[in-house]
């Protein structure tokens, strides 16, 4: 077999990432690509200094060879025999690879078991299996200086990868839908080209022109090798400063050694300042604070600061979480906090463990007690058995954005307890805006944190005087205000609140280049506050418009575009507390979804920047399912992937009818958080409602000219045009010469409802979580409940609804069959007030009760005045 020079670009960049502490992303496009893996990670391994790196390889089905030794051996020798390969073959390479370093095999789908370990070496196979959720749960695992490859099958061109159909679209696939569009792809593959740390290569490790990029930065002479060809790294300030925390506090009795197990500096301040919460021991409550987004550390500071309480000599602890299995790094690292302190178990301490059973499951500790000195308990509890938190001191709340608020503030508001609270700010897992929006705001307002800093301002300005002749020489003003400005920075971690932000990422360097990209890729860091701050102010809310948002353009990755999506997805993280990357993929892929934001009226005027986004709504379109199909599917017990409300009041009530009316259903509405509660949500949904309904002239058809398209895609043609002129166009085929590029010819971005013809729906409806304020809105929109779900959801504690409003003017169907639907339920919800909605507050059971008797009531009258019509028209045909 012929050697090939490696390209040394390659290994240039994995050289550079081991320096600096970042990843690096190869894409590998090629049938054989898995046999460039071991030489990959033959690089790796000479390039760092520290042992062999473990491999965590990934896929969906099929590896395509064995993992088992013996049946590898065993197929090499058949191959050798029937001289399908040679002696010298690269298979012999492979086998050593496979057979001396640690893989851990795994599939997709068991991807949540690998939460919490750090890998070297990532590969990703089978990219039709991918989802974003996938993928960022397992990049994350990746240590800095490590490598994340991914193994795509060999195309002709690049551009095949933008319509590859995945997996997950056989779930966007209703009956009534059409063909699926995958732009998700298509974005993927042009975002690649935007990050700096990823090179994209055939299965020959041939450098392909899209990573151009990459290839003006990466410059080989500037790395500093030792005597091996290792790569020499050096101590960063932060390392060296963590070093010296740790030195100084190594005699600390309950606090050196657990900052010893800090990886960052910014965990060691966190453990000092809890710990120091906990010293106090106050009769008032106190609260702590911490905020971080995916991959700081969190849950590790978490479970070191619960050792630290233990040791302090806390007996009742609780810790919660949505799920137990959120809390598996916590108690992981709270063992290992109790190991350091000299904990032994079964001496000390016990563990007791979840009852876990099936592949789904995750094994996971539920309570530690702890016997040494005295009877001590550390005990995980669900948030809403509020019962079973009366006796606790410390009570420790994790993901804190992915539980209501009522819940969290129940928890928080007792005397003689210490809340720690942390949430996620971004990542896949969920978005804590809320949290930090809402619940950290109010917390500085209740208890004192601002007004600290306030008080401690005005007192340290007011204890410096000076003379009363010549003020200007001895500048007596500025000495105040820089004595007022240091004590309020100094008062920011005293009081009864006390605010932490992990910004240091753990396992790899601050300012990731793979980091980033997938951040702007999966939109998870578009909540920040400077992309919310709204430009234009609060218009009157009657003056707003709803805009009907293409999704070609929207996902085409041109610069406007990307800014307005970043825009539109900070919308929904800041507005629900649980969002994942696979909700970005259905808006973009989803072929019966569409998305409608409502703008200012000055949103066509102003053409030099993105208009304010006042709320979005994510729409549906559900229904026409054959009566066959769905007499068919409730026989066997089953029923399809989307149509919801269909499917669901189908099931419930035995009518296969209602399931051929079509309709929209409202998925997602989300409402700027500066201007919440201030009526644009209910303007987004009555103009909805009216263009569904048919009361919006459209002028489709119409012909004119498109100057009064909005001034957006007038920018994005141009960005798009200005991005291509720099890119010279080549005549040769093939994807070694290829350079991709967003494409030019694109629909406008956004279009008034005026200019788009609406399907014929019979219905528009929702289905949430049952709270007072949400049925208040919904039932002001004209909304009717048609089924509430008897069991709670899991993770809010929420019964399920259903609330629907017939469309008249544009539906076949008499609109009266909407009646019959609610009477039933009337019934149903009365008679199981006192069974499975005993749980349901007193004030939203009498809402939903007077809601009800008004819309039957409503019902009755139309149906006095249509027989009274009937008989009056008869009255007239026999005179």
């Known amino acids: 077999m012929v050697r090939k020079k490696l390209d040394e670009r390659v290994r240039t960049l994995i050289e550079r990432g ?26 790796l391994s000479k390039t760092s200094v520290q042992s062999r790196p473990n491999v965590l390889w990934c896929y969906k089905k099929d590896l395509g060879f064995s993992t088992h030794r013996k049946k590898r051996m065993k197929k090499l020798k058949r191959d050798k025999a029937r001289g399908l390969i040679s002696g010298s073959d690269s298979s012999d390479n492979f086998e050593l690879f496979v057979g001396s370093t640690d893989i851990n095999w795994c599939y997709y789908k068991d991807s949540h078991r690998v939460l919490g370990s750090t890998v070297g070496m990532l590969v990703l196979q089978d990219f039709e299996a991918l989802t974003p959720n996938l993928m960022a749960r397992t990049i994350e695992t990746v240590q800095g ?74 410059s080989p002479g500037q790395i500093e090798k030792g005597d091996a060809g290792e790569v020499i790294q050096r101590d960063s300030e932060e390392g060296v400063e963590l070093k010296e925390l740790k030195e100084s506090l190594i005699e600390t009795p309950h606090v050196g050694a657990l900052v010893e197990l800090a990886k960052t500096l910014d965990q060691a301040k966190a453990l000092v300042v809890f710990l120091e919460a906990c010293s106090e021991k106050t009769s008032k409550s106190s609260t702590v604070t911490m905020t971080a987004a995916r991959g700081r550390g969190k849950s590790a500071a978490i479970g070191l600061c619960l050792a630290g309480a233990i040791s302090l000599g806390y007996s009742t602890l609780a810790v919660t979480a949505p799920e137990p299995e959120n809390l598996v790094s916590v108690f992981d690292f709270l063992v290992r906090g109790l190991v350091a302190l000299k904990y032994q178990e079964h001496m000390d301490y016990s563990i007791t463990y979840n009852k876990a059973s099936g592949r789904e499951s995750v094994k996971c500790i539920t309570a530690i007690h702890i016997h040494r000195s005295h009877r001590q308990v550390i005990q995980y509890i669900p948030a809403h058995e509020k019962d079973k938190f009366a006796s606790s001191e410390i009570v420790a709340i994790d993901e804190a954005a992915a539980i209501p608020l009522p819940i969290v503030r129940g928890l928080m508001y007792e005397p003689n307890r210490l809340t720690f609270l942390s949430s996620t700010v971004n990542g896949y897992e969920g978005t804590g805006r809320s949290l930090s929006l809402k619940l950290i705001k109010e917390l500085r307002d209740q208890k004192g944190g601002r007004a600290a800093e306030l008080n401690a301002a005005s007192e340290a300005a007011g204890s410096i005087t000076g003379t009363r002749a010549k003020k200007g020489e001895t500048k007596v003003h500025e000495q105040r205000y820089r004595a007022a400005a240091e004590a309020a920075e100094e008062d920011v971690l005293s009081g009864p609140l006390r605010e932490i932000d992990l910004s240091t990422p753990i396992r790899y360097a601050e300012g990731d280049g793979v980091e980033a990209w997938l951040n702007n890729l999966l939109c998870l860091n578009c909540g920040s506050s400077s992309q919310l701050k709204l430009n234009g102010g609060a218009p009157a809310p009657a003056d707003c418009e709803l805009y009907s948002v293409d999704r070609d353009a929207l996902f085409s990755y041109h610069k406007l575009s990307e800014a307005f999506l970043q825009k539109l997805m900070g919308l929904y993280t800041s507005a629900h507390y649980k969002n994942t990357p696979n909700d970005l993929q259905m808006l973009s892929d989803a072929p019966a979804h569409s998305c409608f934001v409502l703008l200012s009226p000055s949103a066509e005027k102003d053409s030099n920047s993105l208009p304010d986004i006042l709320a979005v709504v994510q729409v549906a379109l559900e229904g026409k399912i054959s009566r066959k199909a769905v007499e068919a599917q409730l026989a066997r017990g089953h029923r399809s992937a989307g149509d919801l409300i269909p499917w669901t009041i189908s099931q419930q009530f035995g009518d296969s009818k209602f399931a051929q009316l079509s309709g929209a259903r409202v998925v997602r509405i989300a409402v700027h958080p500066s201007v919440q509660s201030m009526g644009y949500g209910s303007r987004a949904i009555e103009l909805l409602q009216r263009f569904y309904n048919g009361e919006m002239v459209s002028l489709a058809n119409e012909g004119g000219d498109d100057s009064e398209d909005d001034s957006m895609q007038d920018g994005d043609e141009t960005e798009a045009e200005s991005v291509e002129e720099d890119q010279p166009k080549s005549t040769k085929s093939g994807i070694q010469r290829e350079k991709l590029a967003p494409r030019k010819e694109l629909p406008p971005l956004l279009l008034p409802l ?76 009365v008679s199981l007030l006192g069974g499975p909605f005993r749980d349901i507050e007193i004030r939203l059971a009498i809402s939903t009760l007077e809601q009800m008797a008004e819309s039957s009531a409503k019902s009755g009258v139309a149906k006095i005045k249509a027989e009274s019509s009937a008989k009056s028209g008869v009255a007239k045909i026999k005179a």
Request: charged residues 20%; glycine residues 6%; positive net charge.
């Open 754 to 829: 005026t200019e788009i013809e609406a399907p014929r729906l019979d219905w528009v409806g929702t289905s949430f979580g049952l709270t007072l304020p949400l049925q208040k809105f919904w039932t002001s929109a004209g909304m009717q409940m048609l089924y509430l779900r008897q069991t709670k959801n899991e993770l809010t504690g929420e019964h399920s609804t259903i609330m629907l409003r017939a469309l008249s003017k544009t539906s076949k169907v008499n609109g009266t069959w909407l009646d019959s639907f609610v009477q039933d339920t009337q019934r149903r919800f």
């Open 18 to 43: 081991v320096l600096k502490g970042e990843r690096s992303l190869l894409v590998l496009v090629g049938d054989y690509g898995k046999d460039q893996v071991p030489n990959l990670h033959q690089i």
């Open 145 to 218: 200086g490590g490598l994340v490859v991914f193994l795509m099958r060999t195309v002709k061109s690049l551009k095949q990868l933008y319509t590859m159909t995945m997996d997950v679209h056989a779930r966007y696939r209703t009956e009534s839908a059409g063909d699926v569009v995958p732009r998700f792809n298509e974005r993927f593959i042009l975002s690649l080209a935007k990050c700096h740390n990823c090179l994209v290569c055939d299965d020959e490790l041939n450098v392909l022109p899209v990573s151009r990029k990459t290839l003006h930065a990466l």
